[in-house]
């Protein structure tokens, strides 16, 4: 152990000494300054009670409750702080494991998530740490179900021994298996599974009481479902009776619920059956008989949280509901909802309970009401007025423009007054926002949908207009006077501000915060953008790159589906106009159209990147943002022409083409570029085609593109992804070496990089491939065995550097070991040094362009790479910097000298260390230093993208996952602005010092210059 | 009977391939609990198969490992942890593990006679350290600077000069001005681009006298007479 650590530690010691020239960091006071993170918790999944955002209050320090809102989405559990709206803790699941749905209790929160609910996750629901953590039945093992949440349920038990806090857990799993779970120690007390013979009932919902355990299942039988009982004893996990219940079920789970009346010990079932509430009690022996509640015509029974209480609601035939309390054995209506049947005034509502401090119930109703263009909040309650029951109610003006739809609420009331009743509830909406509302005001709204941004892209800001005075010809003397007086009035400020930057060191620094008084302008150095980031839940947002403040948002418009709803899936995002076209600059955001009808479009929204506006002018003043409908079907490809006049082509599924804005001057220019027009595309899971265009012989306008070529990879392998090249000048042709030879960069503007998946399961190969666009010939091709049938290979191209990431399983040989390898490849022109063949400016038809020579070096690292971008500037001219995120949700700029594939593996020669490159080390290192997220954590990161600033030396970044981030980096430190280690303090007192000594010096000089004259 | 010890062999087959690795990280000043060390999961290999989080207590169990070779590593953002390599030969012993050093073979970790207990004890090793510290203006480090030193030094010689060279001993001063002489004589020589001369002065050295007093320069000329 010992030797272990003195080896780590030499390591590090060693590695720290040879890195800390070459490394740039950040000071810890530029944290938060040049860089922001957002946390995220995800979008709610609404589709069910156990996931949906709920109010949970819990014991903090001493007596005190706290509650905070627990919420889950597909992949993470999170806890909101009710005040702020700030992320109190969250926990991320894996990909394989997503959540299933979360049981809460006081100061526990279960989660099950997995294939049938394989693993339980227990929290202490204040911290978010893991009190436990148990896999119940292996991934395979698990059973799917037609809903994926079917079948798992938990159920938190009495505490085992008198005093100890810790409740058990009962937990069911794959629809057959029920577990038992001590509370203290998260040991497996007993399992036990539904023998084979019923495997046509599966189990949905569990309920417990000090002595049994009724697990409520669901029989399929023709056409409907039978309720099935298996009581089993909660101490042993014995099998105490198993029966069907005679009924008849139509829509599975949601038409059964269970009751806890306060009065009886046993629980109760409650179910609806051909328009009838039915109902029998549970006990160990299963011998009631069922009974029926008086009444028909019902339609739906509604679980509102509020079993404990006895409490649900019916709703009637024609949408009115009626609040049911189960009092001993009989069932009162202690409250119908007025006005709460279907009508064409208001919107379906939400019925939702709430339990308060004191564990008062309340059950409140919601509706979207149509004349007031606001939400209505209704909240019972029922134990105001001896009894009766109260209903208070206010409208709260949601905006439906910036939030869409309301898809669920959360109730939390108080009652503070004998006659008073404050309600705050928490929404999630359809465009993925969760927003509090305390009575009419909201409190915060979390835009949960920006952790499922699609694409972005960074917009550079227009410069601020200097401010005209009216200068016009007709002024006089005396308006002229006037003018400079006013002009002046802005002096004696000027003046302060001239004094204040001589005397103190307040300069425009890279590292200084950016002003956000001065409104939607470029600031100085060009950090501040506007990234426009389009999500999968139909909004739009424009994000400012300096700070992470959202700008503006915009509703994405269904239009020819609005009726029948769909989904809007982002593909590409073009920036067709920019700050240099003397227009506010542009952005064209591509999307399928996937109508729930199964109609698919293919349509455009164009929008100002500065305001949301909707450039197109298709969408009415205030309105959500309606696109453009360009053809119907999935769109194939889509390019930016690369052209002065910005054209989108698009490419339909049979190969035509489409040009948006499809103006007269666009097809004409688009004529004329289309005969030199190359590109390629993948089609079939191993093919890339390549493709040139082809006007049509009767009409002129009409183009289509016609295949020229077919690259088919293995049959075992898949195309993963295709990247293409980062759009960034190149500063130089080549690269000087040491003897003052060049090598000459492959720059061939066509060239892509393919990674493919493996398709076989077991021992197969994934590569990486270079592809010449136009021609379709590979320039370099590695292979990379599979990872147990699954590779997940990240690959950069830039310039003429190449670089991917994979894990490396094979050990097998003698200096082999596992882990994470990054490969970083460059190609360069002819067969070495001096020789030439202007690739950048060869014809494709030449047969030069596979003329080449790389090198190639592979690193380890322990950071595996989940998205990789080279950093970008404005000229090209500063080394590039691959930015990778890795899994331990973390961002790093990993500096170029060190992946350079031509570092030495001898000690460098003079000529190499000119051209400061070092000794090649298989490891590259851990260096905390390099991570520019520093104590952020940046999670699940999809993509990065890199934007130049104004300054050379300056590249922003942003990533984007489940946070985004954003930052700035400089590769090769700030060359171009003064140096942060420019210290005015030193430059004065020097010269101050030297002022001091010619002052002293001065006299000596003239009384030995007037002695030498007198002796001479 | 014979059924129990059927479900019994049945048991033992379902199970006999594969057996959890448990661990615990130790708690140390570096990180006292699970909130500070945040979410973290112990991964072998990749982590894509088997992985498991780190529970409140610091502790761990990878469910259902298969025998083979894996490389144990505690994924945690701020900290950084020892790696093992372990090997799980069946099912019946317990797993072996070894410490593994990142970046070297892991066949050379084979034969390593340090092996580690199971449940395995995992300690904290480093603090990620994000950031710098900034340079921050102190008069010392000024002053230590070279340049400034040597204009310090030049300073306190021409004040100093005059009276260090009345102290000294005409003899010595005669050398003193002869070598002061030569080193103004290569200077000028440099600023003309003369290297001969330079050359020239080299291998005279020092005892040609002549050639190099036959040109005294008149600043050290007057000085000399000055003090006479």
């Given at each position: 152990m010992?030797?272990?650590?003195?080896?780590w530690?030499?390591?590090?010691?060693?590695?720290?000494a040879?890195?800390v020239?070459?490394?740039?960091?950040?000071?810890?006071?530029e944290?938060?300054?040049v860089?922001?993170?957002?946390?995220?918790?995800?979008?709610?999944?609404?589709d069910?009670?156990?996931?949906?955002?709920?109010?949970?209050?819990?014991?903090?320090?001493?007596?005190?409750?706290?509650?905070?809102?627990?919420?889950?989405?597909?992949?993470?559990?999170?806890?909101?702080?009710?005040?702020?709206?700030?992320?109190a803790?969250?926990?991320i699941?894996?990909?394989?494991?997503?959540?299933?749905?979360?049981?809460?209790?006081?100061?526990?929160?279960?989660?099950?998530s997995g294939?049938?609910?394989?693993v339980?996750?227990?929290?202490?629901?204040?911290?978010g740490t893991?009190?436990?953590?148990?896999?119940?039945?292996?991934?395979?093992?698990?059973?799917?179900?037609?809903?994926?949440?079917?079948?798992?349920?938990?159920?938190?038990?009495?505490?085992?021994?008198?005093?100890?806090?810790?409740?058990?857990?009962?937990?069911?799993?794959?629809?057959?298996?029920?577990?038992?779970i001590?509370?203290t120690?998260?040991?497996?007390?007993?399992?036990?599974?539904?023998p084979?013979?019923?495997?046509?009932?599966?189990?949905?919902?569990?309920t417990?009481?000090?002595?049994?355990?009724?697990?409520?299942?669901?029989a399929?039988?023709?056409?409907?479902?039978?309720l099935?009982?298996?009581?089993?004893?909660?101490?042993?996990?014995?099998?105490?009776?198993?029966?069907n219940?005679?009924?008849?079920?139509?829509?599975?789970s949601d038409?059964?619920?269970?009751?806890?009346?306060?009065?009886?010990?046993?629980?109760?079932?409650?179910?609806?059956?051909?328009?009838?509430?039915?109902?029998?009690?549970?006990?160990?022996?299963?011998?009631?008989?069922p009974q029926?509640l008086?009444g028909s015509?019902?339609?739906?029974?509604?679980?509102?949280?509020?079993?404990?209480?006895?409490m649900?609601?019916?709703k009637k035939?024609?949408?009115?509901?009626?609040?049911?309390?189960?009092?001993?054995n009989t069932?009162?209506?202690?409250?119908?909802?007025?006005?709460?049947?279907?009508?064409?005034k208001y919107s379906?509502?939400?019925?939702?309970?709430s339990?308060?401090?004191?564990?008062?119930?309340?059950?409140?109703?919601m509706?979207?009401?149509?004349?007031l263009?606001?939400?209505?909040?209704?909240?019972?309650t029922?134990h105001?007025?001896?009894?009766?029951?109260?209903?208070?109610?206010?409208?709260?003006?949601?905006?439906?423009?910036?939030?869409?739809?309301?898809?669920?609420y959360?109730?939390?009331v108080?009652?503070?007054?004998?006659?008073?009743?404050?309600?705050?509830?928490v929404?999630?909406?359809?465009?993925?926002?969760?927003?509090?509302?305390?009575?009419?005001?909201?409190?915060?709204?979390r835009?949960?949908?920006?952790s499922?941004?699609?694409?972005?892209?960074?917009?550079?800001?227009?410069?601020?207009?200097?401010?005209?005075?009216?200068?016009?010809e007709s002024?006089?003397f005396v308006?002229?006077?006037?003018?400079?007086?006013?002009?002046?009035?802005?002096?004696?400020?000027?003046?302060?501000?001239?004094?204040?930057r001589?005397?103190?060191?307040?300069?425009?620094?890279?590292?200084?915060?950016?002003?956000?008084?001065?409104?939607?302008?470029?600031?100085?150095?060009?950090?501040?953008?506007?990234i426009?980031?389009?999500t999968?839940?139909?909004?739009?947002?424009?994000?400012?790159?300096?700070?992470?403040?959202?700008?503006?948002?915009?509703?994405?418009?269904?239009?020819?589906?609005a009726?029948a709803?769909?989904?809007?899936?982002?593909?590409?995002m073009?920036?067709?106009?920019?700050?240099?076209d003397?227009?506010?600059?542009?952005?064209?955001?591509l999307?399928?159209?996937?109508g729930?009808?199964?109609?698919?479009?293919?349509?455009v929204?164009?929008?100002?990147?500065?305001?949301?506006?909707?450039?197109?002018n298709?969408?009415?003043?205030?309105?959500?943002?309606?696109?453009t409908?360009?053809?119907?079907?999935q769109?194939?490809e889509?390019?930016?022409?690369?052209?002065?006049?910005?054209?989108?082509?698009?490419?339909?599924?049979?190969?035509?083409?489409?040009?948006?804005?499809?103006?007269e001057a666009n097809?004409?220019?688009?004529?004329?570029l289309?005969?030199?027009?190359?590109?390629?595309?993948q089609?079939?899971?191993?093919?890339?085609?390549?493709?040139?265009?082809?006007?049509?012989?009767s009409?002129?306008?009409?183009?289509?593109?016609?295949?020229?070529?077919?690259?088919?990879?293995?049959?075992?392998?898949?195309?993963?992804?295709?990247?293409?090249p980062?759009?960034?000048?190149?500063?130089?042709?080549?690269?000087?070496?040491?003897?003052?030879?060049t090598?000459?960069?492959?720059?061939?503007?066509?060239?892509?990089?393919?990674?493919?998946?493996?398709?076989?399961s077991?021992?197969?190969?994934?590569s990486?491939?270079?592809?010449?666009?136009?021609?379709?010939?590979?320039?370099?091709?590695?292979?990379?065995?599979?990872?147990?049938g699954t590779?997940?290979?990240?690959?950069?191209?830039t310039?003429?550097w190449?670089?991917?990431?994979?894990?490396?399983?094979?050990?097998?040989?003698d200096?082999?070991?596992?882990?994470?390898?990054?490969?970083?490849?460059?190609v360069?022109?002819?067969k070495?040094?001096?020789d030439?063949?202007?690739?950048s400016?060869?014809?494709?038809?030449?047969?030069?362009?596979?003329?080449?020579?790389?090198?190639?070096?592979?690193?380890?690292?322990n950071q595996?790479?989940t998205?990789?971008?080279?950093?970008?500037?404005?000229?090209?001219?500063?080394?590039?910097?691959?930015?990778?995120?890795?899994?331990?949700?973390?961002?790093?700029?990993?500096?170029?000298?060190?992946?350079?594939?031509?570092?030495?593996k001898?000690?460098?020669?003079?000529?190499?260390?000119?051209?400061?490159?070092?000794?090649?080390?298989?490891?590259?290192?851990?260096?905390?230093?390099?991570?520019?997220?520093?104590?952020?954590?940046?999670?699940?990161?999809?993509?990065?993208?890199?934007?130049?600033?104004?300054?050379?030396?300056?590249?922003?970044?942003?990533?984007?996952?489940?946070?985004?981030?954003?930052s700035?980096?400089?590769?090769?430190g700030?060359?171009?602005?003064?140096?942060e280690?420019?210290?005015k303090?030193?430059l004065?007192?020097?010269?101050?010092?030297l002022?001091?000594?010619?002052?002293?010096?001065?006299?000596m000089?003239?009384?030995?210059?007037?002695?030498e004259?007198?002796?001479? | 009977?014979?059924?129990f010890?059927?479900?019994?062999?049945?048991?033992l087959?379902?199970?006999?391939?594969?057996?959890?690795?448990?661990?615990?990280?130790?708690?140390?000043?570096?990180?006292?609990d699970a909130?500070?060390?945040?979410?973290?999961?112990?991964?072998?290999?990749?982590?894509?198969?088997?992985?498991?989080?780190?529970?409140?207590?610091?502790s761990?169990?990878i469910?259902?490992?298969?025998?083979g070779?894996?490389?144990?590593?505690i994924?945690?953002?701020?900290?950084?942890?020892d790696q093992?390599?372990?090997?799980?030969?069946?099912?019946l012993s317990?797993?072996?593990?070894?410490?593994?050093?990142p970046?070297t073979?892991?066949?050379?970790?084979?034969?390593?006679?340090v092996?580690?207990?199971h449940?395995?004890?995992?300690y904290?090793?480093?603090?990620?350290?994000?950031?710098?510290?900034?340079?921050?203006?102190?008069?010392?480090?000024?002053?230590?600077?070279?340049?400034?030193?040597?204009?310090?030094?030049?300073?306190?010689?021409?004040?100093a000069?005059?009276?260090?060279?009345?102290?000294?001993?005409p003899?010595?001063?005669k050398?003193?001005?002869?070598?002061?002489?030569r080193?103004?004589?290569?200077?000028?020589?440099?600023?003309?681009?003369?290297?001969?001369?330079?050359?020239?002065?080299?291998?005279?050295?020092s005892?040609n006298?002549?050639?190099?007093?036959?040109?005294?320069s008149?600043?050290?000329k007057?000085?000399?007479?000055?003090?006479?």
């Amino acid at each position: 152990m010992h030797i272990l650590s003195s080896l780590w530690t030499t390591s590090f010691l060693l590695f720290f000494a040879l890195s800390v020239s070459s490394v740039w960091a950040l000071h810890e006071s530029e944290a938060g300054v040049v860089d922001w993170q957002k946390t995220f918790i995800g979008v709610p999944r609404t589709d069910g009670p156990r996931s949906a955002p709920s109010f949970l209050r819990m014991k903090a320090k001493g007596n005190d409750t706290t509650s905070l809102i627990i919420s889950a989405s597909e992949r993470t559990l999170g806890a909101v702080n009710p005040v702020d709206g700030s992320v109190a803790w969250r926990h991320i699941f894996e990909p394989s494991h997503p959540i299933l749905g979360y049981y809460k209790s006081g100061n526990v929160v279960a989660t099950l998530s997995g294939v049938g609910g394989s693993v339980l996750h227990v929290f202490d629901s204040l911290e978010g740490t893991i009190i436990h953590e148990k896999r119940l039945h292996h991934s395979q093992n698990g059973q799917l179900y037609s809903q994926r949440t079917l079948g798992v349920d938990v159920t938190f038990g009495a505490p085992r021994t008198a005093g100890h806090e810790a409740k058990d857990l009962f937990v069911l799993t794959n629809g057959q298996t029920v577990h038992r779970i001590g509370g203290t120690r998260g040991d497996l007390l007993w399992s036990w599974t539904a023998p084979e013979q019923t495997s046509l009932v599966i189990l949905e919902r569990l309920t417990v009481t000090d002595s049994t355990i009724y697990a409520i299942g669901l029989a399929k039988s023709f056409a409907s479902y039978t309720l099935h009982v298996t009581a089993l004893s909660a101490e042993t996990g014995e099998l105490l009776t198993t029966q069907n219940i005679p009924s008849n079920i139509q829509n599975g789970s949601d038409d059964f619920l269970m009751l806890f009346p306060p009065t009886s010990e046993d629980p109760r079932l409650v179910w609806i059956e051909k328009g009838v509430v039915r109902s029998v009690a549970l006990t160990p022996k299963l011998t009631s008989k069922p009974q029926s509640l008086r009444g028909s015509g019902n339609t739906k029974i509604l679980d509102v949280g509020l079993s404990k209480h006895g409490m649900f609601i019916v709703k009637k035939e024609d949408g009115s509901a009626t609040v049911f309390k189960l009092n001993q054995n009989t069932f009162e209506s202690i409250w119908d909802f007025a006005d709460s049947a279907t009508s064409s005034k208001y919107s379906d509502s939400i019925y939702a309970g709430s339990v308060d401090k004191e564990g008062k119930p309340y059950i409140g109703r919601m509706y979207w009401s149509f004349g007031l263009q606001a939400g209505v909040l209704h909240v019972f309650t029922p134990h105001l007025l001896e009894g009766k029951g109260l209903v208070s109610g206010f409208s709260f003006p949601f905006k439906t423009d910036d939030n869409g739809i309301i898809n669920h609420y959360a109730l939390d009331v108080v009652n503070p007054d004998r006659l008073k009743v404050l309600s705050r509830i928490v929404v999630t909406t359809t465009t993925g926002a969760v927003q509090l509302w305390l009575e009419e005001k909201v409190q915060w709204t979390r835009e949960e949908s920006l952790s499922t941004i699609a694409v972005a892209e960074f917009v550079e800001l227009p410069e601020r207009k200097a401010i005209q005075s009216g200068t016009t010809e007709s002024e006089g003397f005396v308006g002229r006077v006037l003018r400079h007086i006013s002009d002046a009035q802005g002096f004696p400020q000027y003046l302060a501000g001239f004094v204040k930057r001589f005397a103190t060191a307040s300069y425009a620094s890279v590292s200084a915060a950016i002003s956000h008084d001065s409104g939607l302008h470029r600031d100085e150095f060009g950090f501040k953008k506007i990234i426009v980031a389009a999500t999968e839940h139909g909004k739009i947002f424009g994000i400012d790159s300096s700070n992470g403040h959202v700008v503006w948002s915009r509703v994405l418009g269904l239009g020819p589906v609005a009726d029948a709803g769909g989904l809007i899936v982002p593909l590409k995002m073009f920036a067709v106009k920019t700050v240099s076209d003397g227009e506010a600059p542009q952005v064209v955001l591509l999307t399928a159209l996937r109508g729930f009808d199964g109609t698919v479009n293919t349509v455009v929204y164009h929008i100002n990147a500065l305001t949301g506006k909707d450039e197109a002018n298709n969408s009415p003043k205030g309105d959500i943002l309606q696109g453009t409908v360009v053809f119907p079907g999935q769109p194939s490809e889509a390019y930016l022409l690369p052209s002065k006049v910005k054209t989108i082509i698009l490419l339909d599924s049979a190969n035509n083409i489409h040009l948006y804005p499809h103006t007269e001057a666009n097809v004409q220019a688009f004529a004329e570029l289309a005969p030199s027009l190359r590109f390629s595309l993948q089609t079939s899971g191993h093919t890339l085609h390549g493709y040139q265009i082809v006007q049509g012989a009767s009409d002129k306008s009409a183009f289509s593109a016609h295949r020229t070529w077919s690259l088919s990879l293995p049959n075992n392998e898949v195309v993963g992804s295709v990247i293409r090249p980062a759009q960034g000048p190149i500063a130089s042709l080549g690269k000087v070496l040491g003897d003052r030879s060049t090598l000459y960069k492959y720059l061939n503007p066509h060239l892509f990089a393919v990674t493919t998946v493996s398709k076989a399961s077991a021992d197969g190969v994934c590569s990486v491939y270079l592809v010449d666009g136009s021609k379709g010939s590979v320039i370099y091709h590695a292979s990379v065995a599979s990872t147990r049938g699954t590779c997940n290979i990240q690959a950069e191209l830039t310039e003429n550097w190449l670089v991917y990431g994979y894990y490396d399983e094979d050990f097998a040989g003698d200096h082999q070991t596992k882990g994470y390898r990054i490969v970083s490849v460059e190609v360069y022109e002819g067969k070495g040094v001096n020789d030439k063949t202007s690739s950048s400016e060869l014809s494709s038809l030449s047969d030069k362009t596979l003329d080449i020579h790389f090198y190639e070096r592979s690193f380890e690292t322990n950071q595996p790479v989940t998205a990789l971008a080279a950093t970008l500037t404005k000229f090209g001219m500063t080394t590039k910097n691959m930015i990778i995120a890795t899994k331990k949700n973390q961002i790093q700029s990993i500096p170029r000298r060190l992946l350079d594939p031509r570092r030495p593996k001898a000690d460098p020669t003079a000529q190499q260390q000119e051209e400061m490159l070092i000794k090649y080390d298989p490891v590259l290192p851990a260096d905390p230093r390099l991570v520019v997220s520093h104590r952020y954590e940046v999670a699940n990161v999809r993509k990065i993208i890199t934007s130049p600033a104004l300054l050379e030396s300056t590249s922003l970044i942003f990533a984007y996952g489940l946070d985004l981030f954003g930052s700035r980096v400089t590769p090769s430190g700030t060359f171009d602005v003064l140096s942060e280690s420019f210290n005015k303090a030193q430059l004065v007192l020097t010269i101050g010092g030297l002022t001091l000594a010619i002052a002293i010096a001065r006299p000596m000089v003239n009384r030995k210059k007037l002695k030498e004259r007198w002796f001479q | 009977m014979s059924p129990f010890l059927f479900l019994l062999l049945l048991g033992l087959s379902v199970f006999s391939n594969a057996l959890d690795l448990k661990g615990a990280i130790v708690w140390n000043q570096l990180c006292p609990d699970a909130k500070t060390l945040g979410q973290a999961k112990a991964i072998l290999d990749d982590g894509s198969n088997y992985y498991a989080s780190i529970t409140r207590d610091g502790s761990f169990v990878i469910p259902d490992v298969p025998k083979g070779t894996y490389v144990l590593n505690i994924v945690a953002r701020n900290y950084l942890f020892d790696q093992y390599r372990i090997d799980v030969v069946d099912t019946l012993s317990a797993p072996e593990a070894r410490p593994y050093l990142p970046g070297t073979p892991l066949s050379s970790t084979a034969n390593s006679h340090v092996t580690i207990a199971h449940p395995l004890k995992v300690y904290p090793r480093f603090k990620n350290e994000y950031f710098v510290p900034k340079q921050s203006f102190n008069v010392m480090g000024m002053l230590q600077n070279p340049m400034i030193m040597m204009m310090g030094a030049v300073g306190v010689m021409v004040v100093a000069m005059p009276y260090m060279m009345k102290n000294l001993d005409p003899e010595q001063l005669k050398e003193v001005q002869q070598s002061q002489a030569r080193m103004v004589n290569m200077q000028s020589s440099i600023t003309s681009g003369d290297l001969s001369g330079i050359r020239s002065m080299f291998t005279e050295g020092s005892d040609n006298v002549g050639s190099s007093s036959a040109t005294p320069s008149t600043p050290v000329k007057n000085r000399g007479k000055k003090k006479r």
